[in-house]
């Protein structure tokens, strides 16, 4: 079982960044990726970014390209998600996803909200 722990959420200012953390613990023995998704209030949970925890590549939903990005400290086992000019639409609860294989469904956090106001 993996255990999953977000942090650095918050209320900020449109134009402002945040830095988000998700800490693993627990079988962690391998990783082979961490996500980040996030749910906007009255939508659907929707993909944000994901790391390869072998190589460190990135992947990214097309509309944050450049806003938003993701790296890891593989020592801590921790993922963040670096966020920037933040809009109001970026408002909404972040969860960050863990993935043993390429086969493993994942293990997900309890999320940290983001509220961001214009």
């Known amino acids: 079982q993996v255990q999953l722990v977000e942090s650095g959420g918050g209320s900020v200012q449109a134009g402002d960044s945040l830095r988000l953390s998700c800490a693993a613990s627990?079988?962690?023995?391998?990783?082979?990726?961490m996500s980040w998704f996030r749910r906007a209030p009255g939508k659907e949970r929707e993909f944000v970014g994901s790391?390869?925890?072998?190589?460190?590549?990135?992947y990214y939903a097309d509309s944050l390209k450049g806003r938003f990005a993701i790296s890891r400290d593989s020592a801590r086992n921790t993922v963040y998600l670096q966020m920037s000019s933040l809009k109001s639409e970026d408002t909404g609860v972040y969860y960050c996803?863990?993935?043993?294989?390429?086969?493993?469904?994942?293990?997900w956090g309890q999320g940290t909200q983001v509220i961001v106001s214009s």
């Open positions: 996803k863990h993935r043993r294989t390429s086969s493993d469904l994942g293990s």
């Open positions: 627990g079988r962690t023995f391998t990783t082979y990726s």
């Open positions: 790391i390869a925890w072998s190589h460190g590549g990135t």
